[in-house]
């Protein structure tokens, strides 16, 4: 599989991650036998890297690893204190508003709720001439979201708790969209990805822009769009 390296210097590499692939065995994913991709990363002649963040199983794109793990605390301190820029793209549901905050708390893996605040921007509504039930249209919205903070499958939480989930959402999705695209569309995978970070290096100083292309299946998606787009 190929892992994309987006920005490399002598402290930190950023890659592009594809999606359905596990940053890094643990307990949650004990089911899932495929390499991860701090195995990959380190295949790649990256013996010590060490992931500072971390993305969903099915989310694709922008991921930073350090070289080794003394560089790791200056990095997740980024993360800490917010200095670090997110920015992901995603397919949702309905028609959405123009912009707007979703500030709902979202529950860690040890049970406890957590305060979790997500900006977003819709830059694109889409209506198909594909049936889901019980509608004989479908409407769609190409959102940018950027957390402020980093919670556990946060963005798919929240956009579920506007009733606009992310398409391809097994566990916070809708399902009757989820099996249109399956079906309809053969598109089965997450719309959700990391498409940029921002911050400042902690080391040089300098700020640092990086963008991830998008996986294929994004170009599917708007290649089959404009087969059956209204309007």
Request: hydrophobic share 35%; glycine share 4%.
């Amino acid at each position: 599989m190929e892992i994309p390296v987006l920005f490399e210097d002598e402290v930190c590499l950023v890659v592009n991650k594809p999606n359905n692939l596990l940053v890094h065995h643990s307990h949650f994913a004990r089911n899932i036998e495929t390499p991860s991709l701090v195995e990959l990363v380190r295949g790649l002649g990256y013996e010590s890297a060490v992931p500072v963040h971390r993305l969903d199983h099915k989310t694709s794109g922008a991921l930073i690893f350090v070289k080794s793990n003394e560089y790791a605390s200056d990095f997740q301190q980024l993360f800490d204190s917010k200095a670090i820029q997110k920015t992901y793209a995603a397919l949702l549901r309905g028609h959405i508003a123009e912009s707007g905050i979703i500030d709902s708390p979202v529950k860690n893996e040890r049970g406890n709720y957590k305060e979790a605040l997500t900006h977003y921007r819709c830059l694109q509504h889409f209506e198909l001439k594909m049936a889901v039930e019980p509608y004989p249209t479908s409407r769609y919205s190409l959102v940018e979201f950027t957390p402020e903070t980093g919670r556990t499958h946060q963005l798919r939480i929240h956009a579920n708790k506007i009733s606009h989930p992310i398409i391809g959402d097994p566990k916070h999705g809708n399902r009757h969209h989820n099996h249109a695209f399956q079906e309809q569309l053969q598109l089965p995978d997450l719309f959700l990805h990391a498409e940029r970070l921002e911050f400042v290096h902690p080391y040089t100083q300098e700020l640092v822009k990086i963008s991830a292309d998008f996986p294929d299946f994004w170009e599917m998606f708007f290649e089959r769009v404009r087969m059956i787009q209204i309007g």
